[in-house]
């Protein structure tokens, strides 16, 4: 189903004297460049009623059709705070093809990045999920950010594999096909919960913090580190880039349970 009036319906509801110009986040739960996006072009016509209208937005995705945008979203920049996200998980070309088929590559969405931030651009990089025992090795996760802070990204933010109902069945599955000698680990890391263990959370935590200050991609100023990242620990922040900061309004903390509908 693809509604193909969306921006004009949008620009319909931006225009009501009730709308106060709240930051719109798109990417949140479902990816706004999936494929049908290259036919239909819906996104154009809804970054130009957001940004005539005056209001602010994020757009995450791991879908490089957004390239075709950017001339359009640098022209948004000038006029409304913008914010952009790209979800890269690792560099595995084999893991990639076998968890993700179907969407671009790991070296495509770091081509992504960097057109982004040549453009002039925040990017703010999302690394998720991460795979416990798979793509958790500090020498993987090393070679991935020095790839993120070569292509330019203003920020990262490192999450562990977030397993909703539906993806868990699905994840479990591929898991069994793919690496059945895992299975009891992953037990044990989750069990009947979406998250991780907090002891692993914590210990991937204290390994990435070193590496990310090595490539330059924590957070520069206190603003950048906004919470609330939906299918994320509470705790969890947006990458420095990935979220429309103005410099007289910052955000600091994002409605998790609000993204999630939208």
Known sequence: MVKVNAAEVLRAKLSSPRWTREHVAMGTNTDPYQRAEGRY???PGIIRALADSGTPFSILTKGTTMSRDIPLLVEASKRVPVGLGVSIALLDKEV???LEPGTPSPQARLELVRRVTDAGLPCGVFIAPVLP????SAQQLDDLLGAIAEAGATGVTVLALHLRPGAREWFAQWLKREHPSLIPGYR???GNNSYADRRYRRRLAEL???LVRKHGLEPKVARDAATGVPGAE???TWPSGALPVDSVAPVHRVD???LTLL
């Open 234 to 236: 509470d705790d969890a």
């Open 208 to 210: 990435v913090k070193p």
């Open 133 to 136: 025992g798979l793509t958790d």
């Open 256 to 258: 998790q349970e609000q």
């Open 41 to 43: 072009q819906l996104m």
């Open 188 to 190: 044990q890391l989750y």
């Open 96 to 98: 990639h093809h076998t």
